[in-house]
């Protein structure tokens, strides 16, 4: 059997040889082909039929709140007046656009400043002491502030009550503005809204005439101060270039710079050689610290040392003939002359490693000496420079900021001459480019609340949520639930599904009745292994599982059952020494068995131990009693080897009940030795992270793969359910069951 490859089937009803010249050379790389899906409408009615309490909870809680949200509030109404802003803007530096177009980001800018003052706090308070609305009880009752005393607080209060229920909006690419007031009076609503507009229109035209005549005044006194200034820097600039004897030469002089102002080649130079001689002291420290840390180091201990290639080749052949001398040590004394040929050859290695490494650090302070050198020239460079750079550069920086000073008055004086003159003239065609073309109407209705649309986005919200409830609860359960599971996150065969029992039917009764769904379910297990225990030679087949209690034991006592019925002689073996049940499950007695067996200072052999099973036809050997040894330890040894062999010898099939997978040696080490491995997924108790943990360490321990059986499955709770709850249920008319052999003839037959 070693040597072979199985898988199975397009049919996937048993299992087939695969040479190993072909592409799947084991279990780990077979693909089953399930086929890709788009929206699985019968996966998400699964999820919607395993969460439909939640969900339904979900929705009924979001019912509720839609319900209170259209009972409990009280009647909001709110009024509308609509008012159109033209794009005109105040010219006061002469800086702003005239006209920005209709749509441009200038407009938009425009009107969104505009609702910003129309919602301010300024804006608000003129609204209130217009209506009077500190002393009005109705409103103050609406806003919760009737208790408040009369006074600074109160009138603060009120303001921001008028903010808070004031709603303004710009629909896109117009010059409108609505101004929305919500209230639980219609009346007052109307009567605030229509307020709002109208404070609004009389402070902006307020503020446009107070900017224009507030811009005339203060262009007139920089007009004076700027006239004055601008004469006396004229004045010093002449007197200054007198006095030093300069002349504005432009480029001619020197090199202009990027503002304008002379910039010598002396100037260029210094400024270049100090960038230079910044590099060079940086180099300096750097190779400073680098020969610091060389001397304060030993030798073997730097960096540069041991990436040198040449300290890496020879102590790795140090490394080398330390391993052969410690070899050598173990077989001869030390005078031998391979142990004394080898200890010069260490010591010269030893020798060659030293030379190279002190040339390592000297070659740091070789670095080290001429950065400083260089660092050196550089600084009596620049200095040289210096003095011949401040005497060039002491009448330039003077001459420069008066002509700066001059330029920047005369335009300066320029600007506002012309501004005054715009603004003079503006004063008298003040217009307001603000007007209402809509006045709020009392409403007749409520805006809040709306039934209709109340429920209608708490039932939108609550089947959202619970449909985003129920997915995130179905893509959080790792749990392996049915055979899609095992087709698509295994890429292993599947072998066969073993329901959950039902009612209060026994595993006894189950298993002993050749007509359950049980035994059905065995019998298709046991033909996908045909090929396998169907063979002149002997055959050992593990069965094994992530975890304990997953049914591993029930489905090993069935194959041997049905190995059994066909005439083989059939050892089961009880392989998991420290948990292991098969005796209980058949009723046998455990006073010897494998433990034992594999102890030392047994002298029972494999006979000895091995009982009979009448019931279900097979030998038992089971786990024996407690050793002091570890399992593991026992299953490693060469006795259990030579048991195995033994015991090929005297059946014609062997199944090991063994141990579970994780956590413990045991399943991998009998994984290794086995001809086919089966491993049992408990549907809806084992995860997925486990399971691939599991065959992953079998895998690595060499064992063959064959596929997987999923017990205790329960359709009900399979989002995947694809036709396996009906497979193993499909009944028999009465006279067919009449008709039917015995159960054991059954088992002969398939």
């Given at each position: 059997?070693?040597?072979?490859?199985?898988?199975?089937?397009?049919?996937?009803?048993?299992?087939?040889?695969?040479d190993d010249d072909r592409l799947i050379q084991s279990y780990a790389e077979y693909d089953p082909g399930v086929p890709t899906r788009g929206i699985d409408l019968l996966a998400l009615w699964w999820m919607l039929v395993r969460n439909r309490v939640m969900m339904l909870a979900i929705v009924l809680v979001a019912f509720v709140i839609g319900l209170a949200s259209i009972w409990l509030p009280k009647p909001v109404y709110t009024a509308q007046a609509t008012i159109q802003i033209e794009p005109q803007t105040a010219r006061i530096l002469g800086t702003e656009n005239i006209t920005p177009d209709p749509g441009s980001s200038e407009n938009n800018r425009m009107l969104q400043t505009q609702v910003d003052l129309l919602g301010s706090r300024s804006t608000a308070q003129h609204v209130a002491r217009q209506l009077n609305l500190v002393n009005d009880p109705q409103f103050l009752r609406e806003a919760g502030l009737e208790n408040e005393p009369a006074g600074d607080f109160r009138a603060a209060m009120v303001t921001s009550a008028l903010q808070e229920k004031l709603n303004l909006s710009s629909p896109r690419d117009t010059r409108l503005i609505a101004v929305q007031y919500d209230s639980h009076d219609p009346a007052r609503a109307a009567r605030i809204a229509n307020s709002f507009a109208e404070t609004?229109?009389?402070?902006?035209?307020?503020?446009?005439?107070?900017?224009?005549?507030?811009?005339?005044?203060?262009l007139h006194r920089q007009l004076g101060e700027t006239k004055g200034r601008l004469e006396k820097s004229?004045?010093?600039?002449?007197?200054?270039?007198?006095?030093?004897g300069l002349v504005d030469a432009g480029n001619a002089a020197g090199i202009a710079g990027s503002d304008g102002e002379r910039r010598s080649i002396t100037t260029a130079s210094l400024v270049d050689l100090n960038s230079a001689y910044?590099?060079?002291?940086?180099?300096?420290m750097q190779a400073q610290e680098r020969w610091e840390q060389a001397m304060a180091t030993p030798a073997m201990s730097l960096p540069e040392v041991l990436s040198n290639p040449a300290i890496q080749n020879l102590t790795r052949q140090r490394a080398e003939l330390e391993a052969t001398l410690q070899q050598e040590r173990q077989r001869r004394q030390d005078d031998h002359p391979a142990i004394m040929q080898a200890k010069a050859q260490i010591a010269e290695m030893d020798r060659q490693i030293g030379a190279i490494a002190g040339g390592v650090?000297?070659?740091?302070g070789n670095q080290f000496r001429v950065a400083a050198g260089q660092e050196a020239a550089l600084r009596g460079s620049v200095g040289a420079l210096k003095a011949a750079t401040f005497a060039e550069q002491g009448k330039d920086v003077r001459y420069n900021i008066l002509?700066?000073?001059?330029?920047?008055?005369?335009?300066?004086?320029?600007t506002l001459l012309q501004r005054y003159s715009e603004v003079s003239t503006q004063v008298a065609n003040t217009t307001n480019p603000i007007s209402i073309i809509d006045r709020a109407q009392m409403p007749s209705s409520p805006s809040y609340p709306r039934p209709a649309l109340n429920m209608a986005l708490a039932s939108l919200a609550g089947v959202a949520l619970a449909l985003v409830a129920g997915f995130v609860r179905t893509r959080m359960d790792d749990k392996v639930h049915g055979p899609t599971d095992v087709e698509s996150d295994f890429r292993t065969p599947l072998l066969g599904v073993v329901p959950l029992l039902k009612g209060d039917e026994s595993i006894a009764e189950a298993m002993d009745d050749p007509l359950s769904a049980v035994t059905e379910a065995h019998h298709a297990i046991c033909l996908a292994l045909n090929p396998i225990v169907q063979t002149p030679e002997h055959s050992v087949l593990l069965l094994t599982s992530s975890s304990s209690n997953e049914g591993k034991s029930t489905i090993a006592v069935k194959i041997a059952s049905s190995l059994a019925a066909t005439g083989k002689k059939v050892l089961v073996i009880d392989g998991d020494m420290r948990r292991g049940s098969l005796h209980k499950l058949l009723g046998l007695a455990n006073q010897f068995g494998l433990t034992d067996l594999l102890a030392k200072g047994s002298g029972e052999g494999l006979m000895d131990a091995v009982q009979y099973c009448e019931h279900h036809g097979f030998s038992v050997?089971?786990?024996?009693?407690?050793?002091?040894?570890?399992?593991?330890?026992?299953?490693?040894?060469?006795?259990?080897a030579a048991l195995l062999d033994e015991a090929a010898g005297l059946y014609d099939a062997i199944v090991l009940d063994g141990p579970p997978v994780l956590g413990l040696a045991d399943a991998p080490r009998i994984g290794g030795m086995?001809?086919?491995?089966?491993?049992?997924?408990?549907?809806?108790?084992?995860?997925?992270?486990?399971?691939?943990?599991?065959?992953?360490?079998?895998?690595d321990a060499g064992a063959d793969q064959i596929g997987l059986v999923i017990s205790k499955y329960d359709p009900a709770k399979d989002t995947g359910a694809y036709g396996y709850a009906y497979r193993y249920d499909y009944p028999l008319d009465e006279d067919q069951i009449a008709g039917e052999n015995s159960p054991r003839q059954l088992l002969k037959e398939v």
């Open positions: 059997m070693h040597g072979k490859t199985l898988a199975l089937t397009p049919q996937n009803d048993q299992l087939v040889r695969v609004f229109i009389n402070d902006s035209l307020q503020r446009r005439l107070d900017t224009f005549t507030y811009s005339r005044n203060f004229e004045s010093s600039l002449v007197r200054y270039a007198l006095s030093a910044s590099q060079a002291q940086t180099n300096r650090r000297a070659s740091i002509k700066r000073e001059v330029d920047t008055n005369r335009n300066l004086y320029n050997l089971s786990r024996g009693g407690r050793s002091s040894v570890n399992p593991a330890e026992l299953l490693a040894s060469s006795r259990f086995a001809d086919a491995t089966v491993f049992v997924v408990e549907a809806n108790r084992t995860s997925k992270a486990d399971v691939r943990i599991a065959l992953k360490r079998l895998g």
